[in-house]
């Protein structure tokens, strides 16, 4: 494709369009080696995929996203997390001051430079601009936390810019490599295209038809900009807002039509495989808009779409077997970068009999020594495809000892068999669910079942995802399940360990808010902050990191601040046979990593 157009002269040669020193894709840098041994690919193709929704396909958000850093595999910090969007980088003795230096001739996807420029418009005229970030990012701060000092951005020359923190700050480079699905976009912008929706750059007069055209009031510039710009959630790259922004990223949205989303391959991307060929090898995707995922399944087995990714279940395994024997499609059952589900009670909400049962450790303590996690394992996971959790929870099952707690409490049962609060008024429990896969709701509904055994009324009840995240925002909620990145938490990248994860909505406020709103926490909610503190200012890996971690995952073993059913889990997918570079069969390789690599996919025959 990008061949004809340079014989065409309408793009400049492939040596003119890549940095001096491009990113090199070689064995076991975006795939571990024992899993994968990717071959030189062929150029061209389509690769055909599936979106839930209109609002953007997650499989190309996690395939084209970009981090400022790299580490092999994603997650091997051990074999060092290097440059990615940028060249290199390096700390002081201190671990205080970053300094990076950028990719000489890598271009914006519209052929335009991407110089410090860049990062000094992100810094001074987006990050320091309260309209149109009223919240400095968490990631930038010490300690990846809403207590720390921000980060200070300095531009050295062209090529060359440094980030300094008032302390020491060891997990940053894990937070701009893989931490969040985060992506250059916080701190580096294609300058030259977002000063025309910014109004240091932009007379009024100059920006008023575009403010008209976006239905968005003459004073209110800054809307304008953040619909246009990426942060470093860089979900636009999937969808119609994405178009004529000018990415780094491997394919760029280029249509939005009749419930079909096109990309085509970024003619500048910056990355080559091992022979020196410019990467990504397929010329485009076509992500199709279904709306339930049995459907997408369905369409998926009988060849319509060329991967499955994270949306089916082990229920469908046989079924995707069977096809395989047929040699149509290509099975693979990676690990599972997050838990597959975690129920939580919210610890915070204003019913103060709630507020008195639910903060009482003995009552979580009961509530998670009635779950009988071995028969979830066998039910939902076929005994194989998970394990009993140990790292944050427990997992030990004795309805006697729930009792026991519960009794100890004053929980009297009634006639009916349900028990009471201590003071003696109804108590009971609602889970309040979203569909998010095909386990949440039953294993809900069985949740509902254990707890009631011990004498606990509770009642799971399916509810729609934005109804619940408007629940949650209130504080309206009892008791729901997400499924945090317990999996991963050792790479310092998500902190859905704190209390923003359903389980402590009035004391997430206060800690975002730094107190000024919401409810100040108990003593061993601030042992957890204290702890990821420590954890987020810690060079991963270090004896002060592992610590740290420990600590914080003790505080949720004691505390009972989520109940982990299982951990370690496996999920079924598949890839046409037309697919290649994609590990096949059972692997421990994580799933998320095996997408972030679909710049070296490519499409045989």
Not at 81 to 107: D, H, P, Q
Not at 113 to 123: G, I, L, N, R, S
Not at 153 to 178: H, L, M, N, R
Request: aromatic share 12%; charged share 25%.
């Amino acid at each position: 494709m990008l061949a004809d157009l340079v014989k065409a002269g309408k793009l400049p040669p492939v040596d003119q369009r890549l940095p001096k020193e491009p990113f090199i894709v070689g064995p076991g840098e975006l795939v571990g080696e024992k899993y994968l041994q990717p071959k030189i690919g062929k150029y061209g193709g389509v690769m055909r995929l599936a979106q839930e929704g209109p609002g953007g396909d997650p499989h190309i958000f996690i395939g084209s996203n970009e981090g400022v850093l790299w580490a092999p595999a994603a997650f091997d910090y051990a074999k060092g997390i290097k440059g990615n969007v940028v060249k290199s980088w390096e700390v002081n003795a201190e671990g205080t001051v970053y300094t990076f230096k950028m990719r000489e001739g890598l271009k914006w996807s519209d052929g335009q430079p991407v110089t410090t420029a860049d990062v000094k418009f992100a810094y001074e005229d987006v990050l320091l601009n309260d309209k149109i970030t009223p919240i400095f990012p968490t990631y930038l701060r010490v300690g990846m936390s809403a207590a720390g000092a921000p980060g200070v951005i300095k531009v050295a020359d062209d090529f060359t810019f440094s980030i300094a923190f008032e302390k020491p700050y060891g997990s940053f480079p894990a937070q701009i490599a893989i931490a969040g699905w985060r992506g250059y976009g916080g701190i580096i912008k294609p300058a030259h295209w977002l000063k025309q929706f910014h109004i240091k750059y932009t007379k009024q007069e100059e920006l008023a038809p575009k403010l008209k055209a976006a239905s968005i009031p003459e004073d209110q510039w800054q809307n304008l900009f953040n619909a246009k710009q990426m942060t470093e959630w860089m979900w636009n790259i999937t969808n119609q807002n994405g178009i004529d922004h000018p990415s780094l990223v491997a394919w760029l949205i280029k249509k939005v039509e009749g419930g079909v989303f096109t990309f085509e391959r970024n003619p500048y991307y910056f990355k080559v495989d091992s022979e020196g060929n410019q990467l990504p090898y397929i010329d485009g995707l076509r992500s199709e808009v279904v709306q339930d995922k049995e459907t997408l399944t369905t369409r998926a087995l009988l060849g319509e779409f060329d991967y499955l990714g994270e949306r089916s279940s082990l229920k469908k395994l046989p079924l995707m077997k069977e096809k395989e024997a047929t040699g149509a499609i290509k099975v693979f059952i990676p690990r599972m970068h997050r838990l597959p589900i975690a129920f939580m009670l919210n610890l915070t909400n204003i019913d103060p009999t709630w507020r008195k049962v639910t903060g009482d450790v003995r009552f979580r303590r009961a509530l998670s020594l009635a779950i009988n996690r071995a028969e979830i394992l066998k039910l939902f996971y076929l005994q194989q495809f998970a394990k009993l959790p140990s790292r944050s929870s427990n997992s030990e099952y004795s309805v006697d000892k729930a009792n026991a707690l519960l009794d100890e409490m004053g929980m009297k049962k009634g006639a009916d068999g349900f028990r009471t609060a201590p003071d003696g008024k109804p108590f009971s429990i609602l889970f309040e669910v979203q569909d998010a896969s095909e386990d949440f709701v039953p294993m809900s509904e069985l949740m509902a079942e254990y707890w009631k055994k011990v004498g606990i009324n509770t009642t799971a009840k399916k509810i729609d995802g934005a109804l619940l995240g408007n629940r949650h925002n209130a504080n309206e909620l009892q008791a729901s399940a997400g499924w945090p990145h317990e999996t991963i938490w050792s790479s310092a990248g998500w902190d859905d360990y704190l209390m923003g994860s359903y389980w402590g909505r009035l004391w997430q406020q206060w800690y975002l808010s730094q107190g000024k709103q919401g409810e100040e926490p108990p003593k061993e909610v601030k042992d957890l902050l204290d702890a990821h503190m420590k954890f987020m200012s810690a060079k991963v890996g270090t004896p002060e990191s592992k610590a740290a971690l420990e600590a914080i995952l003790k505080n949720h073993r004691d505390n009972v601040w989520m109940y982990v059913v299982v951990e370690d889990s496996f999920y079924p997918t598949f890839v046409t046979k037309r697919i290649q570079n994609v590990p096949v069969g059972q692997t421990e390789e994580l799933g998320i990593t095996i997408m972030y690599s679909m710049e070296q996919w490519y499409i045989e025959g």
